[in-house]
């Protein structure tokens, strides 16, 4: 098995991106080439292994994945963000388990959701975006009607299937990458935060009959794990706006659009009216008791997501 590493950065990881290549070069099984995409305008990090090869592109999150990797010159990628720690057999497994299971793409669990406090799994599910599931055998993540989604709260064997997961780290064929046309999904980049760009992809991948793994004993760490998202009261701003635009797109086009049955259709209706009820009854409360720019984030990123779907550009977009 020969595999290129592909990394999106915008060179300024420092740290961990240092770990990040170190953990690379120490893969039982070594990669053919580590190509680097970095945004334009940023510098070439001083951080090395002195293997790395840089391709400058636009930015953007899924911009810097959604691309024809035309220097990829191998079967198999391992898609990595700047910040992922890999154990030395970290590839050597994943590939294992992707084969045993006859899948076309594996990524490893690095958001635990299951371990989560009892007081979060139940807030995080009365505002429909992530439910915990007992008792499947098969699935770890899967998308809701909400636009949200749904884990196994108590994973048992080292793999399952997946309709979602968080994308730092994922191994698959460059064909099969190639076959989601990804970059179809830019409208993502538009909003000050690309989310849930992760579980477009993931969720567009199984809706194009890929078999989707996450693996939960790979030892894989995502060392920022979004860590320094929403420290301050702009940031915070800007994911509002940017989920809740981003959240409502998606669902209109994978969870809405492409249902048959009618019953399901209008239960895809009353879900998301549910959520969106929900926090704009919250985002009510918040704009009375004086926190406006709160509740100005989350009507405009509402009626962002509304107008785009409502636009010539959305109504040219290739059907799922």
Request: net charge positive.
């Amino acid at each position: 098995m020969e595999y290129s590493v592909v990394i999106r950065t915008l060179g300024t990881a420092g740290e961990y991106y240092q770990r990040t290549l170190d953990s690379i070069k120490l893969q039982t099984i070594q990669p053919s080439a580590v190509l680097v995409y970095i945004s334009e305008g940023y510098a070439v990090p001083k951080e090395t292994i002195g293997i790395e090869q840089y391709i400058y592109v636009k930015k953007g999150m899924v911009a810097q994945r959604a691309l024809a990797y035309d220097e990829v010159q191998t079967e198999y990628c391992l898609f990595l963000d700047d910040d992922v720690y890999l154990p030395p057999d970290a590839v050597e497994k994943m590939y294992n388990e992707m084969r045993q299971h006859n899948a076309q793409v594996i990524s490893p669990c690095t958001f635990d959701n299951h371990m989560a406090s009892v007081k979060s799994k139940l807030i995080r599910a009365l505002t429909g975006k992530e439910v915990c599931r007992f008792g499947d055998g098969k699935w770890a993540f899967k998308a809701l009607r909400t636009a949200g989604f749904s884990y196994n709260n108590n994973p048992t064997r080292p793999v399952y299937e997946s309709q979602s997961n968080a994308g730092p780290c994922f191994f698959c064929r460059k064909e099969d990458f190639l076959r989601i046309s990804f970059q179809d999904e830019l409208w993502l980049d538009a909003a000050p935060y690309a989310l849930p760009e992760d579980q477009v992809m993931y969720y567009k991948m199984y809706k194009k009959g890929l078999k989707v793994l996450t693996s939960f004993d790979t030892g894989i760490v995502h060392l920022d794990a979004g860590s320094t998202m929403g420290q301050n009261r702009e940031r915070a701003l800007k994911l509002i706006f940017s989920e809740y635009r981003n959240k409502l797109i998606f669902w209109h086009r994978f969870i809405f659009l492409p249902e048959k049955s009618p019953i399901v259709k209008l239960w895809s209706i009353v879900a998301i009216l549910y959520v969106y009820s929900f926090q704009a009854t919250k985002h009510l409360m918040f704009y009375l008791l004086g926190k406006k720019d709160k509740a100005k984030a989350f009507y405009g990123g509402f009626m962002s997501g509304v107008n785009f779907i409502k636009s010539e550009e959305y109504k040219r977009l290739p059907r799922i």
